[in-house]
């Protein structure tokens, strides 16, 4: 649950940086429209689905009832953690642009 608890709140921030993104205008134009901005949202993007896709894998190994889903769940919880943590600092980053 630790690691489905990270997924949800990186998943919100990433949204929350996009429309922010959409809707910032700097020197003319909308702040995603920047390739550091956009490479910062890729960079986010991947590590949700990453992390998506680590939740799903484990949960359908204990839903398989696998015997020793220790290692898979340790991975799973530490890199979830990790990325939550890093979507959400660059999200941060996104939302904190001054007018």
């Known amino acids: ?34 390739h ?11 590590t949700v689905f990453a992390m998506d896709a680590m ?6 190994l204990v839903d398989r009832h696998t015997e ?3 290692l898979e769940t340790a991975v799973c919880k530490l890199f979830c953690s990790e990325g939550g943590w890093q979507v959400i600092d660059d999200a941060l980053q996104i939302l904190n642009v001054k007018p």
């Open 36 to 46: 550091l901005v956009k490479e910062k949202l890729a960079r986010m993007a991947e």
């Open 68 to 70: 020793d889903v220790m």
């Open 55 to 60: 939740v799903y894998l484990c949960a359908g």
């Open 1 to 34: 649950t630790l690691s489905a608890g990270c997924l949800g709140g990186a998943r919100k921030a990433l949204e929350m940086a996009i429309d922010r993104a959409r809707t910032r205008k700097q020197f003319g134009r909308p702040i995603g429209e920047f």
